[in-house]
């Protein structure tokens, strides 16, 4: 059997509804975010149901699939659209972050030559330093960007926990909102969205430290793992096992821990570290890194480890594995993140879905 990605929409709806009725009890709107699933069509709808206010997503190729298939929720496109692509992001999408006055002046030109209004959320960086305008041009760019004809600037957004890993705080989240009252003030007019960042506010949401003013959240990881790796937690009340990889034993052999030769450098540039613990029995599985980033994954039977993998083969000791292990049979693997990420556009792996109205729909995708 080819590997697959095992993916319960059931439960991918009920973290969703789970996470926007605990936004809505604080009138916070949520985003749900599809990049971290290539914008699976049964998994969008999934999310759909779960009841967001809008579907946001990274990539233009996610969003279009989006449209093409169906799918009429307000979008909201999450990288700084590029300068080439203007046309298209006026074309499909209803809002876009934006930091960059040049772009932002390119999608009112477009927009307006569509006889269109396309609406802009500015990003603000509050110190992590991934994209956003410092405070100190904010004022400025949002004085500019409201001039512009063809497009709307609807609110402040900020983004947490990706390049420099900093935390969201009451300061930091607090410090948008005020920013955000104080150009509402310059503008003479209110802004409808402060936009709080990922899943990793979420815990202050819980905490109820989420500073009052925020008002949208664009949560992908909560939604989907049920985790929050910033925070290092899993969410409480969320589904951790909506999503499992499984790929069959090919080889399974009693074999020495240490290799026999001299060691050169691995298939990937790396010389390899090797502990001697006698003789163990090993399985080979049909996956590797070609499939899936291998860091991103663990064997959820216990006493299995990986202990290697190249493009095709992954290596597991399985002398302690909790379960007898033969040829043939398929291990299950839970996923991070990124395991998600690369799992889901591997065209090796085929995607079977679970619950909702898809039972053991098996697409390529
Ligand atoms: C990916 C992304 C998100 C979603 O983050 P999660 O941690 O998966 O919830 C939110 N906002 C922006 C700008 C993003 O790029």
Redesign the pocket.
């Known amino acids: 059997m080819s590997p697959s990605l095992q993916i319960n929409v059931d439960k991918i709806q009920y973290n969703t509804a789970t996470i926007v009725e605990r936004c809505r009890r604080q009138s916070i709107s949520v985003?749900g975010?599809t990049?971290?699933f290539t914008a699976i069509e049964q998994i969008v709808q999934a999310v759909v149901e779960g009841g967001v206010d809008g579907l946001?997503d990274?990539r233009m190729e996610n969003i279009i699939e989006m449209r093409d298939r169906g799918f009429h929720l307000p979008i909201t496109l999450?990288?700084i659209p590029r300068l080439s692509d203007v046309l298209n992001v006026i074309g499909y999408v209803d809002t876009s972050?934006n930091s960059e006055f040049t772009v932002i002046q390119a999608l009112a030109d477009a927009a307006r030559t569509r006889g269109r209004v396309h609406q802009v959320i500015l990003?603000i960086d509050v110190g992590d330093l991934?994209?956003g305008l410092l405070q100190e041009n904010a004022f400025r760019a949002a004085v500019q960007t409201a001039k512009l004809q063809g497009v709307k600037l609807v609110g402040l957004?900020t983004?947490m926990?990706?390049f420099g890993g900093v935390l969201p705080s009451t300061d930091n989240l607090g410090l948008l909102v005020r920013l955000t009252r104080a150009i509402e003030h310059r503008l003479g007019s209110q802004l409808e969205v402060v936009?709080g960042?990922?899943?990793?506010s979420?815990l202050l949401l819980e905490n109820g430290l989420l500073p009052s003013g925020i008002n949208q959240?664009?949560?992908?990881?909560?939604?989907?793992l049920g985790t929050?790796?910033?925070n290092q937690r899993s969410i409480p009340g969320l589904h951790q096992d909506a999503f499992r990889l499984q790929a069959e034993v090919i080889e399974l052999k009693e074999k020495p821990s240490l290799p026999i030769g001299e060691i050169g450098r691995d298939a990937f540039g790396n010389i390899p570290q090797f502990v001697d613990l006698g003789n163990r029995k090993r399985a080979i599985v049909a996956l590797g890194r070609q499939d899936v980033n291998i860091e991103g994954i663990w064997p959820l039977t216990a006493g299995i480890t990986i202990i290697g993998a190249s493009s095709d083969h992954l290596i597991l000791d399985v002398t302690d594995s909790e379960t007898d292990i033969r040829m043939g049979n398929e291990i299950a693997f839970g996923l991070t993140?990124s395991g998600l990420l690369s799992a889901s556009q591997s065209r090796y792996i085929a995607k079977v879905f679970i619950g909702g109205r898809y039972d053991r729909t098996n697409t390529g995708h």
């Open positions: 985003l975010v990049k971290g946001a990274s999450l990288r972050v990003m991934r994209e957004g983004n926990g990706c936009s960042g990922g899943t990793s979420l959240l664009r949560i992908g990881e909560g939604i989907l929050d790796t910033t993140y």
